[in-house]
């Protein structure tokens, strides 16, 4: 076992001298030599070990005692620990690609490929909505209804549904995402859902509200229209929206009178309680067939969710 252990260590350590590449190379004939059923070379390993032992009797005669009389099983414990962190370190490198964590979806727990969290960071909601906090364990579509929702084409079977809000920096990172999405995936069904998390956004949920109501084919424009604004254009200002909502095509007339209308306040209120039960935390949160994904993942994330290429 201790020449399995020689090779990794050895490999590693030769990238950067010479020497320790040729301690590689013998240490490599020696795994060929042991995997082939015959035995190691002994000059080898007593080499290897003579030289950690040097080493170890400089600074304690006692630790070098403990480590010549148990070298085999030493060997084997590092050899183990060596399979195992390798083997850690590779799912670690499969979940950060397939969905932007190396601790799994969603996971908040910290990721050395994404030192900072961006791939799973919110724009956090106020915590007062909920009576407990919540975790990305509980968020879930099954006690909510997104039909009164801005939505194409509702009838297909695979189904993204996406809930952000238009200030919020999170949200602008993934919707160019999802659109690509969408784009190589026309046949999806796709639903929006505006969550004002942000201050000076909440009226924005009775622009969409009425706009898709006037007409859902112009809707999906001026969606974009917002997205494509600046966040300080947009903060508390209905004349803005009143301007894009022109440029997409709608009668400013019909527009307000839905706006300003007690029915639609009540219908927003209805749609806003129906994404806190999800159990969101955060925008965005974007659900691809049932799955959440919670914040701005690269786009091969969305794309494995919607196509699964590679599972083990």
């Given at each position: 076992m201790f020449c399995f252990l020689a090779l990794i260590v050895f490999a590693i350590m030769g990238i950067f001298s010479a020497s320790n590449r040729e301690l590689a190379k013998e240490a490599l004939a020696c795994v060929f030599t042991r995997v082939t059923f015959r035995p190691c070379r002994t000059n080898f390993k007593d080499k290897t070990k003579a030289m950690l032992l040097g080493k170890l009797v400089t600074r304690s005669a006692v630790v070098a005692k403990f480590v010549n009389k148990n070298f085999e099983l030493l060997s084997w414990a590092f050899f183990i620990l060596s399979v195992v962190s390798t083997i850690w370190v590779a799912k670690g490198v499969y979940d950060y690609y397939l969905y932007g964590n190396c601790n799994g979806l969603n996971s908040s727990g910290f990721c050395v490929f994404d030192p900072k969290g961006l791939n799973s960071s919110v724009s956090s909601l106020n915590e007062k909505c909920y009576v407990k906090p919540p975790t990305e364990a509980n968020v879930t579509l099954k006690n909510s209804n997104f039909s009164s929702f801005p939505v194409k084409n509702p009838q297909a079977k695979k189904k993204i549904i996406f809930i952000g809000c238009y200030l919020c920096d999170y949200t602008r990172a993934a919707y160019p995402q999802i659109k690509q999405l969408l784009k190589q995936n026309p046949d999806v069904s796709f639903t929006f859902a505006h969550f004002p998390v942000k201050a000076g956004s909440s009226y924005l949920s009775n622009y969409d509200y009425c706009?898709?109501?006037?007409?859902?084919?112009?809707?999906?424009?001026?969606?974009?229209?917002?997205?494509?604004?600046?966040?300080?254009?947009?903060?508390?200002?209905?004349?803005?929206?009143?301007?894009?909502?022109?440029?997409?095509?709608?009668?400013?007339?019909?527009?307000?009178?839905?706006?300003?209308?007690?029915?639609?306040?009540?219908?927003?209120?209805?749609?806003?309680?129906?994404?806190?039960?999800?159990?969101?935390?955060?925008?965005?949160?974007?659900?691809?067939?049932?799955?959440?994904?919670?914040?701005?993942?690269?786009?091969?994330?969305?794309?494995?969710?919607?196509?699964?290429?590679?599972?083990f």
């Amino acid at each position: 076992m201790f020449c399995f252990l020689a090779l990794i260590v050895f490999a590693i350590m030769g990238i950067f001298s010479a020497s320790n590449r040729e301690l590689a190379k013998e240490a490599l004939a020696c795994v060929f030599t042991r995997v082939t059923f015959r035995p190691c070379r002994t000059n080898f390993k007593d080499k290897t070990k003579a030289m950690l032992l040097g080493k170890l009797v400089t600074r304690s005669a006692v630790v070098a005692k403990f480590v010549n009389k148990n070298f085999e099983l030493l060997s084997w414990a590092f050899f183990i620990l060596s399979v195992v962190s390798t083997i850690w370190v590779a799912k670690g490198v499969y979940d950060y690609y397939l969905y932007g964590n190396c601790n799994g979806l969603n996971s908040s727990g910290f990721c050395v490929f994404d030192p900072k969290g961006l791939n799973s960071s919110v724009s956090s909601l106020n915590e007062k909505c909920y009576v407990k906090p919540p975790t990305e364990a509980n968020v879930t579509l099954k006690n909510s209804n997104f039909s009164s929702f801005p939505v194409k084409n509702p009838q297909a079977k695979k189904k993204i549904i996406f809930i952000g809000c238009y200030l919020c920096d999170y949200t602008r990172a993934a919707y160019p995402q999802i659109k690509q999405l969408l784009k190589q995936n026309p046949d999806v069904s796709f639903t929006f859902a505006h969550f004002p998390v942000k201050a000076g956004s909440s009226y924005l949920s009775n622009y969409d509200y009425c706009t898709y109501k006037e007409d859902p084919k112009k809707f999906w424009n001026f969606n974009d229209l917002l997205f494509s604004s600046s966040k300080a254009d947009l903060y508390d200002n209905p004349s803005y929206a009143d301007k894009e909502a022109v440029k997409a095509g709608y009668n400013l007339d019909q527009l307000h009178a839905c706006i300003n209308s007690a029915a639609t306040k009540t219908a927003v209120e209805a749609q806003q309680n129906e994404i806190i039960k999800t159990g969101i935390y955060g925008t965005p949160t974007i659900f691809i067939d049932g799955t959440p994904y919670i914040g701005p993942k690269p786009y091969r994330v969305y794309e494995h969710g919607l196509k699964p290429w590679f599972l083990f």
